[in-house]
């Protein structure tokens, strides 16, 4: 009677587990399923095929493992390495532009100006757009005939040597919008009163930005340099909207080089070996980012 | 001159010259729409003027009977609706598994799917396209519709928003004889509402504007998306600028009336949940 008596909340507690694990698996294998589909096995895979020779999906029986002979390809392929080098032009000149505009932008309309939420609406367009849309219209814009075009007389998308620096400015215009809405929530979140301390020291306004508003915003800044820097690096739709990697091979950067080796020639293993080296790159900058969340940041 | 009166004066000049800044942003816009009803040599023409000498709706009228463009179109919204749709229950009902119901092996799951976070999309394309094939969705608009729906992101958002709903209120509920599933739709969907909405607004403006998936899985003209559409519209034949603008314009303009209605969605999803692109 009384060992019945305390085993009931036992048991009862046994049942309530059991149930919250049946209910509970119910509700997430749906999930489950499709992360494993269209995530899990995809990322397996990209890896598995970089150590293969795979060509074709009807012909994957054939491929064999050929260990880092993609990698070693890689590093004695000329137009490759031309490719990364292209992609290290963007980034360097996407990441300082985005991040400079984009704080001055947020700055400025952190001040109290009128029609504050216009002006931030008018900011943020390019980011919601469709960029092969947004593609079309400044290939008539820049072209010979275009009203920018015809007055710089430079069709700058259609020129060797200004199709990458440009189309890198585009994507800087596309991106902006967010980077200068998080710094914008960042800079609403300097405490008032060490603005205000600042005034009292009589600090002026260039002094109360440089000793008080960076710092305060550092965590955001290097944030947004993190993202920045991987946002640079995923530029295909971009460029192939734009430019397709031309005229030449001016803007054939790693991720077109990627597509087309994988997709317009059929070296799936070859690509799949350049994503993995694109891979890395990108885990090395967010290992940084988690490292630094915790030592970087100072105020 | 008074502190006062300069600072104000400051702010003037700052506003002005903050406007012409967002004017200028917006030109690839104004000189889209302008253009698009102009006729076709006069998009090319100076002064470039914004507003068209000849005022036509042929651009449009034309649109209409491009071969596929309404099929393009129609593709696309039915893509955006099951995106949405799809996404909306699978990442629900599993952030609300992972936020309030203790099932056994929970928090090693979630760990799991916390570190495929970081996982960047692109390197998944390649391998996609054979698991499309195997399964036999390549060349449909599931390839699209899939991957977006079971997405790791705002599974991750909507937990951490869902655990702040108090867990008193899910007891209660429990007590009164709730099931989990009645719970989920009857009180923690409703709470967590503007969380939602953000979700399914970022999934619009994503699935809608998507140009890779479109172009690398389908091929079929028939089955195609809108921006490969424009695509194949822009290389035509004969470069025809304003058909071209008024194919901008109809992509463009969905996403801009929706954004700009539901700017508040959009501007706190950023601050204070860091959705990035």
Known sequence: MSAAATNAPRIKRFKRQAHENRVGYLFVTPYLIGFLVFQGIPFLLAFIFGFMNVRYPNRIGEATFVGFDQFVRFFNDKLSLEALGRTGIYTLIYVPLIMVVGFILAAAINQKIYCRNVVRTMLFMPYVSNMMAIAMVFIVMLGPTGPIGSALGVPLLFDTATALPAVTVI????????????????????????????DIDGAGRWKKIVHVTIPMVSPTTFFLLISSIITSLQNYTTIQTLTQGGPGRSTTVMSIQIVRTAFTSYQTSYASAMAIIMFAIVMIFTAIQWRGQKTWVNY | MSIAAKKKIGIIILTVVLIIVGIAFIYPFLFMLSSSFKPSVEVTRPPFSLIPETFTFDNYVNLGKVQYFGTWYLNTI????????LKTFITTLTAFAFAKINFKGRDAIFLVLMSALMIPADIMLIPRYFVFSAIGILDTMFSIVLPYGFDIYFVFLLRQNFVTIPDAIVEAAEIDGCSYFKIYYS???????PAIVTMLLFTFVWAWNDYMSAYIFISSDARQMISVGLERLSLGMVTDNGLNMAGATVTVLPIIVVFLFSQKYFIEGITTSGVKG
């Open chain 2, 78 to 85: 039915v893509m955006c609706i099951l995106t949405l749709v």
């Open chain 1, 171 to 198: 994507g800087v215009w596309k991106g902006l919008g967010l980077n200068m809405v998080t710094y914008l929530g960042a800079l609403q979140n300097v405490p008032r009163d060490l603005l205000e301390a600042a």
């Open chain 2, 187 to 193: 009180i923690v969907v409703p709470l967590a509402k």
